[in-house]
């Protein structure tokens, strides 16, 4: 069994509208990939179809985590076997306070490994204020609710410490950067690197800006336009898609 996230070939449809035109693409352990492309492309689709999302139909193709297939599993069991997805928005709930979130994502992460969880709450909270130190972020968040008047470059911060809490086999992150000023990208950028060196996760992150790639620097670029890749290449693609745009895919009215 090869270890590896890989799409074949998906298509994608919403109710009777094809989105993803065939996508094939394989992230390795340890690998950063990026996913780039113009708005309306099929990124976050990408994302949302790897998440079990309900909306996205797989019409044809495949989507596996180390060889085994993640069409017939549920989100919670995606996450269980090691997938992890941080999403452009995420959601506010106010009512329960982040260090009780993640300390039920985490059991649920590990539900079968019972080596990795924590018998007593105090244990979990003393690992949850370590990897917070760890990646710098201010541990008063801990007992906030859940994203509650979070800052847009505190919300991406939770989510990567969320990332270290599940230590992720791949982690799929759409638009981190959406929204950061420069220092955040690098503070956000930062803390993926750390975590996915720590755990050999594979990282496949989609962005339409080359910012937050000088930080991640990915050694695979996949350029998608309109449901399809239509380009592979190493980290130069970025300079060039900088430089150039998208015209060679979408034509110059775009
Ligand atoms: P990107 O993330 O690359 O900007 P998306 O994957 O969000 O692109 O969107 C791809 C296409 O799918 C767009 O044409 C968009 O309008 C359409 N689409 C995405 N989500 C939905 C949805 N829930 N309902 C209908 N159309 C959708
Ligand atoms: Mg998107």
């Known amino acids: ?34 996913i780039m492309g113009p708005n309306g492309s099929g990124k976050s689709t990408t994302a949302a ?39 452009q928005y995420p959601v506010e709930v106010p009512g329960v306070k982040v260090q009780n979130f993640l300390r039920h994502a985490h059991q649920a992460r590990f539900a079968d490994e019972p080596k990795k969880l924590f018998a007593k709450v105090i244990d979990f909270r003393k690992h949850l204020k370590a990897l ?6 201010n541990p008063e968040l801990l007992t ?7 800052s847009g470059g505190e919300k991406k911060q939770l989510e990567i410490l969320q990332m270290a809490v599940l230590e992720p086999k791949y982690a799929i ?15 956000v950028s930062a803390g993926v690197v750390k975590v996915a060196k720590k755990h050999g996760t594979g990282v496949l992150v989609i962005t339409h800006y080359k910012r937050i790639l000088e930080f991640l ?19 130069e693609l970025v300079d060039t898609l900088e430089a150039e745009g998208y015209k060679d895919w979408v034509g110059e009215e775009n």
């Open 1 to 34: 069994m090869t270890q590896q996230l890989e799409l074949t070939n998906l298509h994608v449809s919403i109710e009777e509208k094809e989105i993803l035109k065939g996508i094939s693409l394989s992230v390795k352990p340890g690998e950063i990939h990026a």
């Open 49 to 87: 179809t790897l998440a079990g999302h309900p909306t996205y139909s797989v019409t044809s193709g495949d989507m596996l985590l180390d060889g085994e297939s993640l069409l017939e599993k549920s989100p919670d069991e995606r996450a269980q076997m090691g997938l992890f997805l941080a999403f």
């Open 132 to 137: 917070a130190a760890e990646l710098q972020i």
């Open 144 to 150: 906030r609710g859940l994203n509650e008047g979070f």
């Open 173 to 187: 992150l759409d638009e981190t950067d959406s929204g950061l000023d420069i220092d955040a990208i690098k503070k």
């Open 217 to 235: 620097k990915p050694g695979f670029v996949h350029v998608m336009v309109k449901g399809k890749i239509v380009k592979n290449g190493g980290p």
